[in-house]
């Protein structure tokens, strides 16, 4: 099959400077349980949305939506705003979990059962990114188990594979009450998740 090209390309310099910034400040940062850089995690999230055929914004947002989290703070929100736009930094703040990196995180529960309840409330556009987060997390966590079985619950701050299998449970039942709001390809992402929580268990 030939290539294909078109004249009205969905990336744009923006989302070059967006992946520069990204990879910058999480340069030394790493996934859990191995040597795998941070910025694989940041780069599949924006394929997934990407291949949802939504927007860019969405897509820098992907690219960006640990960075508020991982230690960037407010401050980085409004640069964020200023470089990219109000609304990639609004999806990047809604997609995370403290502002002010370790010190205001409460415990791991209580975080979670937050997290699910955001979920009815966001825009389609926070949702989205939110899914495809969820979803890369999903795969890595069921390719790791296959390779080192229960093992890998010790990675997470709760220790319980049956606190993990519960809050991705809790996801899915979250992301599929808003399954209108999803578009196509946010659909498509949610049968995705579907099918790596049912191999979780």
Known sequence: MPETFTEDP?????FDEALVYASRHHRRQLRKGGRIPYVAHLLAVA??????????????AALLHDVIEDGGGMAAHA??????GPDVARIVL?????????????PWHDRKREYLERIA????DE???????KLHNARSLVSDHRRVGDELWSRFTTGSGDDVRWYYGGLLTAFAARTEDLGPGGRRALDELE???RELG
């Open 10 to 14: 969905l990336t744009t310099e923006r």
């Open 47 to 60: 394929s997934i949305v990407l291949e949802m055929e939504t927007t860019e914004d969405e897509a820098i």
């Open 79 to 84: 640069e964020i705003a200023e470089r990219f």
């Open 94 to 106: 809604a997609n995370s979990d403290s502002v002010t990196g370790d010190a205001d995180k409460a």
């Open 121 to 124: 409330h966001e825009q389609p």
């Open 127 to 133: 949702l989205r990114v939110s899914l495809a987060d």
């Open 195 to 197: 099918r790596a929580v």
